[in-house]
C-alpha cells in the first residue's frame, strides 16, 4: 500500500508541476493581447505612392495614396497597392508570431519560424532574408509605427476616409477594438490547433 501512496503522490506533484508551469506561461497573456491589439505593420512601395497599415490577423487598417499615385495607370496603381499590401500584411503576421513566441515561448510553439518559412516559400524569398527584415522592423520604443512611418510628403487621401478631405494632415488611425478579434481569433486558433496535437 505503500507503493501505491507513493505513487498517486507523485503523480499528483507531477500534476502540481504542470499546473505551475501553465500557470507561469499564462500570466503574460493579457500582455501579450494588449500588445496584439496595438499591432501596426507599415509599408510603402519604392517611390512611396503607395503606403498600406496593417493591423493584427492582417487586417488593413489604412491605405494612402499621393497624387503621385492618381496619375498612374489604374493598371499600375492596382499593381502597386497589391504588392505593397502583401508586404504590410505579412510584416504584421511576423510581427504578431514574435509577439506570441515572446510570451509564449516556453511552450515551444516557434511560431516565428513558421510565419518566416511559409513566407519564404510563398514569396520565393531565403528564410534567413525575413529574418533580417524582422530585425529591421523591430520599431525603437517611443512612438507607435505607424507614427514613425508617417510622412509629411503624403497627401493624405485614405481610401477608406470618403469625405475627400486630402488637405487635413492627420496620422493614421491607432487599432480599435475592431482589430482586437482578429488577434483574438488567431490565439484562439493556435491554442486549439496546439491542444489538437496533444
Known amino acids: 500500500m505503500s507503493a501505491e501512496f507513493d505513487r498517486l503522490v507523485a503523480e499528483f506533484e507531477k500534476f502540481q508541476s504542470k499546473l505551475t508551469r501553465i500557470d507561469e506561461q ?61 508586404e504590410a500584411v505579412a510584416e504584421a503576421a511576423r510581427k504578431q508570431a514574435g509577439i506570441v513566441d515572446s510570451h509564449m515561448g516556453g511552450m515551444g510553439l ?52 470618403g469625405d475627400g478631405d486630402s488637405g487635413a494632415a492627420t496620422p493614421p488611425p491607432s487599432s480599435g477594438s475592431g482589430s482586437a478579434s482578429a488577434g483574438d481569433d488567431f490565439l484562439k486558433n493556435l491554442f486549439n490547433d496546439e491542444e489538437g496535437r496533444r
Not at 59 to 85: C, F, G
Request: proline share 5%; glycine share 6%.
Open 26 to 86: 499564462m500570466s503574460g497573456v493579457a500582455d501579450m493581447q494588449s500588445e496584439l491589439s496595438e499591432l501596426q505593420a507599415t509599408a510603402s512601395n519604392a517611390d512611396r505612392s503607395v503606403t498600406v497599415v496593417a493591423g493584427p490577423g492582417g487586417a488593413v487598417m489604412d491605405i494612402q495614396l499621393t497624387d503621385k499615385a492618381m496619375n498612374q495607370p489604374p493598371q499600375a496603381l492596382a499593381a502597386a497597392i497589391k504588392s505593397t499590401l502583401q
Open 110 to 161: 516557434n511560431v516565428t519560424d513558421q510565419v518566416i518559412e511559409t513566407q519564404a516559400q510563398a514569396f520565393g524569398i531565403a528564410p534567413e532574408e525575413l529574418r533580417q527584415r524582422m530585425a529591421d522592423e523591430m520599431p525603437a520604443r517611443g512612438g507607435t509605427p505607424a507614427e514613425e512611418e508617417y510622412h509629411e510628403d503624403y497627401s493624405h487621401q485614405s481610401v477608406f476616409d
